[in-house]
């Protein structure tokens, strides 16, 4: 069982920067790649970053060069750096793992329904 709890989200003003953090606890040596997710209101939930055991990152073309993801393997926590932000970057943000993954993997699902365990979400909200 891993246990993942999200915490940074607030309201910036457009070109505002947040960090959102994701802890991990109950297995935390589990191999795992870690993604964050995000739902706006009234539409479909999107992949925004990933990282896989590799640490190699995967990013959502809206959202390359002004979001980065990186991980503190000894916080097991993984981190989403949020820069130049945009009034359609408001969403509900969820960072979300797929465990059962070998060290040294690229491998990070794009899609949600690949990943065994979600946490309850930070709201980030960005006015213009």
């Known amino acids: 069982q891993v246990h993942l709890m999200e915490s940074g989200g607030g309201s910036v003003q457009a070109g505002g920067s947040l960090r959102l953090s994701c802890a991990a606890s109950?297995?935390?040596?589990?191999?795992?790649?870690v993604a964050w997710f995000r739902q706006p209101p009234v539409k479909e939930r999107q992949t925004v970053a990933r990282i896989s055991t590799a640490g190699t990152t995967y990013y959502a073309d809206s959202v390359k060069g002004r979001f980065t993801i990186s991980q503190d393997n000894a916080k097991n926590t993984v981190y989403l750096q949020m820069n130049s932000l945009k009034p359609e970057d408001t969403a509900m943000y969820y960072c979300a793992a797929r465990t059962g993954l070998y060290h040294g993997s690229t491998w990070c699902p794009r899609s949600g329904d690949e990943y065994n365990y979600w946490g309850q979400g930070t709201q980030v909200t960005v006015s213009s």
């Open positions: 109950g297995s935390p040596d589990a191999t795992k790649c």
